[in-house]
């Protein structure tokens, strides 16, 4: 595994599923470093079917954390947000979608019709 100190300043250390290696993970690494990673590409289902043993390992070490008072319930929400979707946010830019709204000036440039 790569340390967190090796990554260069807004990367992310992607974590695959599996207790073990999620609660080494928060261990070893910052928190503003770890993302959540389903591990797979192509439809949708599968992104969910790979993050959802993952998220449920980090639930699982969390709630450890929190019952053994290693951590208060705020602490472990707090990374869980950070690790879950937070860090990818930030480090790949990503923002909510916006809605679409039909344009009122249809062919500039827009073939869809419809502006964000």
């Known amino acids: 595994m790569t340390?967190?100190?090796?990554?260069?300043?807004?990367?992310?250390?992607?974590?695959?599923?599996?207790?073990?290696?999620?609660?080494?993970?928060?261990?070893?690494?910052?928190?503003?470093?770890?993302?959540?990673?389903?591990?797979?590409?192509?439809?949708?289902?599968?992104?969910?079917?790979?993050?959802?043993?993952?998220?449920?390992?980090l639930a699982r070490v969390?709630?450890?954390?929190?019952?053994?008072?290693e951590w208060s319930a705020g602490q472990a929400a707090r990374v869980a947000a950070m690790v879950g979707a937070g860090n990818a946010r930030r480090v790949y830019d990503l923002t909510a979608p916006q809605a679409l709204t039909p344009s009122r000036s249809r062919g500039r440039g827009r073939s869809h019709g419809l502006t964000p």
């Open 3 to 57: 340390s967190g100190a090796s990554l260069k300043p807004g990367a992310c250390w992607e974590v695959p599923g599996g207790r073990p290696v999620v609660a080494q993970s928060l261990e070893v690494a910052p928190f503003a470093k770890l993302c959540c990673s389903s591990d797979v590409w192509g439809p949708a289902e599968l992104h969910h079917l790979g993050a959802t043993p993952w998220l449920r390992a």
């Open 62 to 69: 969390l709630g450890e954390f929190v019952a053994d008072g």
